[in-house]
C-alpha cells in the first residue's frame, strides 16, 4: 500500500544514511521499523558489516533473531551508536507521542543509550500541535495496582481521560512485556510545555513511563507515497 511505500522509503533512508560497520544499534518497535531490519540485514550481507542490535521489545527481538542479526543487550552495551524507531506523531519541535504499539518504556531507555535517536515514519505522523494527528492519547505505563490512582492524578493535573487499554486476543487490561498496565492518555485541546507535563506524570507513584518523547529524537525521516522522504526541519 502507499503507506507501506511510505514507511519502507523512509526505512531505508535512514538506515543507509546512519549506519557504520561495528555499529551498536538500538532496534524500536512496530510497523515501521520492520523496513528498517529489513534493510539493515540486506546491507549487513551485502557490505558484510559487523553491527550489534539492541532490542525494544520481544518484537523487535524476534525482528533481530529472524533476520540472523547479532542480538545484544544493555548489559553489555549501554552506549549504542544510534537507535532507530518509528512514532505516533511528532509535533514541530520534534516531541513524539510513541507507545502506539505499547513498547514506549523500552523504547524510551534505548533511546536514552543511544548518541543520535532516528525517527522513522510516513509522514502521516508529521504534525504542527500533539493530538492533531494520533487520536488515541498519550501512552502512559503504569504499576498495575496503581492505575486507578494515576487516572485520577494525571486527570487532575492536566484535564482530559486516561483510558486503561484493554488487549486484543486476551480477556482483560493489555499487559506491556514488562508486565505492566497502559493508560492512554486523551489529554484536551491546549498549550501543553510537553517537558514540564512529562516530569510532573513521571513524577506520579506508580507511573513507570510515558509515550512523551521531549529533546530526544535527533532526526526524523518523513516518507512520502511517491517514494520521496523529507527531513524534519
Ligand atoms: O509503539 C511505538 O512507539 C511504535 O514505535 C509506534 O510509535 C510506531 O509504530 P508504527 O511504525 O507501526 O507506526
Known sequence: SPVDYAKKVAAIKAIDEYIKDNYIIGVGS???????????????????????????????RQLIVNHKLQLGDLDIYPKLDCAIDGADEVDANM???KGGGG?????????????????????????????????????????????CPVQQKVEALFGGSAELRMAKMKAGP??????NFILDWKFPDSQFDWASVNTTIKMIP??????????????????????SVREHK
Open 30 to 60: 512496530g510497523s515501521t521499523i520492520v523496513y528498517a531490519v529489513e534493510r539493515l540485514a540486506q546491507r549487513v550481507k551485502d557490505e558484510k558489516l559487523h553491527v550489534v542490535c539492541v532490542p525494544t521489545s520481544y518484537q523487535a
Open 95 to 97: 516531541t513524539l507521542i
Open 103 to 147: 513498547c514506549l518504556t523500552q523504547e524510551k531507555i534505548v533511546a536514552s543509550c543511544a548518541k543520535q535517536f532516528i525517527v522513522i515514519g510516513d509522514e502521516s505522523k508529521e504534525s504542527q500541535k500533539l493530538g492533531e494527528k494520533y487520536k488515541k492519547g498519550i501512552p502512559i505505563e503504569v504499576i498495575p495496582m496503581a492505575y
Open 174 to 179: 493489555l499487559v506491556s512485556d514488562n508486565g
Open 206 to 227: 506508580g507511573v513507570v513511563e510515558t509515550g512523551l518523547f521531549v529533546n530526544m529524537a535527533s532526526k526524523v525521516y518523513y516518507g512520502m507515497a511517491d517514494g
